[in-house]
């Protein structure tokens, strides 16, 4: 159930304006200061006065005495002060909140009847997964359940590279090098294991005798040739160093966790004829020129000054040709298709968008959401090639043991006294832990760099994971309690300012989801779940909600509230990807 607030103002704005006879074209609803009692204003008269000759408060008063709030679901009193229309909430407003924030899958939107692929992460399998690219899969992951919970039919999907010249030089490696002759490996999981034997390629490949090396370069040629012939034999080759990198990699990912509904291959489309296709199109183009021993799309028209290659002089595409299939076959499936990539593949992504539009594709069904690079203190370098930087399996690692530390600190007494079992101090470090990187990298805008710092990401007591994460507790801690669920609730026994202040926040929850998923913006989230753990621990110090001195109606009112904030907050971070703990 959604609790359309904000529909019953703008029908009220625009009604009174057609009233005064007056132009709706723009109603300036918007959240007013927190002093204000109401939980919308309007600035429309700002707009007005000019128009009406009259001032901006005049006009917000003529507009406040033209709306009923009978007339309009949710609405109580609107009144005028200064230049703003203030809407304060009526009764059937908080009782349809209190309804339906108490069910599970409060915040849920009806499906909007729109397919969106969601391509994301795709990260090369040549390695282990490293910190400075996990702001994709973060992203990613909360997007689709953001979108998921906004009612569109979401398909996760990573596009595997396993094609091209890194995986002919892997595999070539992987063929080559003795394992006696590398390095111990990091991690006994499969990434680790043949990451190894790709570094140890490169190193050949770049200070190797000049002889062997060309005899090495002979061979990575003839595997991705093999792979543009359809080799069987080249393709499971490749396959098998792919398939092993690959199963490494999802199971880092699987810590966070990110969920995939397909693994699209770069291969399928190249194997189907759909890359050869693309090209012969592509070279029918007015665009198609043969320069510098490739075929190239002159792309200045768009301003692009830089030519798109497309296929080699020896007749192998490029990662860019093979992606132009790639899309041209999500088109024919989805209605939108979004993919979220670094920044530093902008260009070849415009690229790629003038490609598919001189191809006669509608690329308004093309998004893509940008993000910057994750650093740690200090600043390290990044390189699956040099095998330099941090790997995102030691991040979470070193997450989970901080936040043992500080929940070994924090909860001591109950560790002794056994209230918390090992399983227990082991499940809410992870949940804890793991919360705290998602959380912090996802609660940035993502085109801003940042820098991860342990200290913010795990403070109990500021605007972090583990803050949002002990309302939830603390509420199911509230509810256990009680032992038994409120019945019916007069949403009148809740008029302390705390409480109504928390039964709004709560209420924006549906607005907030829709809003989310609607402008691709995931960390619009954690920036309501922060509002909605301030909002609860007010009300928690003010409104007590078990005890003899607090009367029957009263604690019903605020048990209800309880298990709503209860609720929201648990969907909220499921949207972010961030476990809620029911104890901590």
Request: glycine share 6%; net charge negative.
């Amino acid at each position: 159930m959604r609790i359309r607030f904000r529909e019953s103002v703008e029908a009220a704005l625009a009604d009174a304006l057609d009233a005064l006879d007056l132009p709706a074209d723009d109603l300036g609803v918007e959240e007013p200061p927190g002093d204000v009692d109401a939980v919308l204003a309007s600035s429309v008269a700002f707009r007005l006065a000019g128009a009406v000759g009259a001032p901006p408060p005049q006009v917000a008063a003529d507009v406040a005495a033209e709306i009923d709030p009978a007339d309009y679901d949710y609405l109580g009193p609107v009144s005028a002060q200064g230049p703003y229309v203030n809407f304060a909430a009526g009764e059937d407003y908080y009782s349809a909140t209190l309804a339906a924030a108490r069910e599970a899958d409060y915040g849920r939107l009806d499906p909007v009847g729109e397919s969106v692929v969601v391509e994301h992460t795709s990260a090369n399998p040549t390695g282990p997964v490293h910190v400075g690219r996990a702001r994709n899969p973060i992203i990613g992951d909360a997007l689709c359940r953001v979108l998921d919970f906004a009612g569109y039919d979401v398909a996760a999907h990573y596009y595997v590279n396993d094609a091209g010249r890194q995986m002919a030089v892997f595999t070539w490696a992987y063929e080559t090098f003795e394992e006696a002759d590398l390095p111990e490996p990091e991690r006994d999981k499969p990434d680790y294991d043949l990451v190894r034997y790709y570094r140890a390629g490169n190193a050949f490949l770049e200070e190797g005798p000049e002889a062997e090396v060309e005899a090495a370069e002979a061979e990575i040629e003839a595997i991705m040739q093999g792979l543009e012939d359809d080799d069987e034999a080249t393709y499971e080759r490749v396959g098998t160093v792919v398939d092993q990198v690959l199963s490494g990699m999802t199971e880092t990912l699987d810590r966070l966790p990110v969920h995939f509904d397909e693994f699209v291959r770069e291969t399928r489309f190249m194997r189907s004829g759909d890359t050869d296709d693309v090209v012969e199109r592509l070279k029918a183009l007015d665009e198609a020129v043969y320069e510098d021993d490739a075929w190239q799309l002159d792309l200045s028209g768009f301003g692009i000054d830089k030519q798109f290659v497309f296929l080699r002089s020896d007749g192998t595409t490029l990662y860019t040709t093979r992606d132009i299939a790639h899309h041209e076959w999500k088109f024919e499936e989805f209605d939108r298709a979004i993919t979220v990539i670094g920044e530093d593949h902008q260009l070849t992504f415009r690229q790629l968008e003038c490609a598919l539009d001189l191809l006669g594709h509608d690329t308004d069904q093309l998004e893509q959401v940008f993000y910057s690079w994750v650093n740690l203190p200090g600043g390290e370098g990044m390189s699956t090639r040099e095998g330099t930087g941090v790997d995102l399996d030691d991040l979470l690692d070193e997450a989970v043991a901080r936040a043992r530390e500080e929940v070994e600190s924090r909860m001591g007494e109950r560790i002794r006294d056994d209230e918390l079992t090992e399983a227990d101090v082991e499940r809410i470090a992870r949940q804890v832990g793991i919360g705290a990187v998602r959380y912090d990298i996802v609660a940035k805008q993502p085109t801003k760099a940042i820098t991860f710092e342990w200290e913010r990401a795990l403070d109990f007591e500021a605007q972090s994971a583990p803050y949002v994460q002990y309302v939830h507790a603390r509420a199911c801690g509230i509810l256990d309690r009680a032992e038994t669920e409120a019945g019916e609730v007069d949403p009148a026994a809740l008029s302390a300012p705390e409480e109504r202040a928390l039964l709004e926040t709560v209420a924006r929850f549906t607005a907030v989801v829709d809003a989310a998923a609607d402008a691709r913006e995931p960390h619009a989230v954690a920036t309501y779940t922060r509002d909605l753990a301030e909002a609860f621990n007010a009300f928690y110090r003010e409104c007590p909600v078990l005890g003899d001195e607090v009367d029957p109606a009263t604690r019903d009112a605020r048990l209800a509230l309880v298990a709503a904030a209860r609720h929201t907050v648990a969907n909220a971070l499921f949207l972010l990807g961030v476990e809620a703990p029911e104890s901590m």
